[in-house]
């Protein structure tokens, strides 16, 4: 279904007034894909250490 001018209108308005939410949903997004769709057995041995770092951190 393709969208109407307006509705292209409102989109970039949302995303121009909300980029730090913008770019963290694609950061997360990019992450996701990565992980799922890309990511080798020390790519993914890598990440779990830097997880649980930063679940440490944030628990701190």
């Given at each position: 279904?393709?969208?109407?001018?307006?509705?292209?209108?409102?989109?970039?308005?949302?995303?121009?007034?909300?980029?730090?939410?913008?770019?963290?949903?694609?950061?997360?997004?990019?992450?996701?894909?990565?992980i799922l769709k890309d990511a080798t057995k020390e790519?993914?041995?890598?990440?779990?250490?830097?997880?649980?770092?930063?679940?440490?951190?944030l628990n701190d």
């Open positions: 279904m393709a969208l109407t001018e307006s509705q292209h209108k409102a989109i970039n308005r949302y995303r121009s007034k909300n980029k730090a939410q913008v770019q963290y949903i694609n950061r997360r997004s990019i992450a996701k894909n990565f790519d993914l041995d890598m990440l779990l250490t830097h997880i649980k770092e930063r679940e440490q951190e």
